[in-house]
């Protein structure tokens, strides 16, 4: 178990003042890292959660004092603003210098410190666009139902293809996870080439079984525009077979064939703010025209997140990029 974990002692001594409390014997460790997700040059407020945290507590990467970790490799952010909540939990403000890649975070107490319980827990990246029209079909970690079959246009996306029941043959892009804590918007590109057919394409739960969806596949995603003939007045999720849910989006879009669209995430600590607009097909960050705008309220608590898309019977739309962050 976690607590019988903790009870141990890392790169450090144990004490053996009688003054010191129970928590300041015991080494700190790092369970989860929330919002360490930053982009170059960028800064967040991080949690970090665990256990025996002190309120004199230090934190750092570790290469202060790692004379093996090369100079040109190292995080050159900084780490300010330490606030101690509870010996469970920790606030720091984290700003990414210029090096993009995932740098660990070390919480230390005293001369005893976490260890590699927070190895690379700082993730520095910029976010992209997943052309779906050009990325290998193996880079994008693709895992859908027996009977989907994927397929791509180089001018539109991938389209697919559902030889079983409407609802249960989904695809999940599992090289793409990232955590429900970090609060990292989500956007998704896609265009239709007639308005025909249905689909459903938005997040899942990274522990979704898209070969055994139950008798209620359509509610087994965080949450999913569904799209019927060319229109969209409905999102469907919950994350759960046993907690349906669906939710209209204040009014019916639609979308012409040949034209871009962008159906958007923006996450926030209390509120999920959705969009839909019509995007420029060579510049996906640039709106062309605003379509709908809602807030989320789905109660799916997944904890790690991907993009997700259940195929349906609409051969006529195309998934032609996504971004995370």
Known sequence: MRAIRTQRFVRGTQSNKGSKGASERLAPFISEVCGARIPVNGGKIIQIKGFHFTPNVIIDTGEETDSSVFRDTRFDGRIRRIKFISPTLLEASVFAGSKEGRFNLVVRNGELNSGDTGNEAIIVMNPVWVDLRTTSVIDLGIQSSPGVIINRNLEKGLWGINRGNEFEGVVKFRAFPWKRCDDLSFSIVFTVSEPEGISLFGIGGFDIDVANLGSVPLFEAESHL????????????????????????????SFEVGKFYKLNYNFSATR??????????????RSVLFLRQWFLDSPSDSELLLPYWTVGSNQNLFLTAFKIG
């Open 272 to 285: 999920t703010l959705m969009t839909i607009s019509e995007v420029d097909p060579l510049n996906f960050d």
């Open 226 to 253: 569904f799209i019927v003939n060319g229109t969209a007045n409905q999102i469907y999720g919950g994350g759960s077979r046993y907690r349906r849910w669906t939710q209209d989006i204040g009014g019916t879009a």
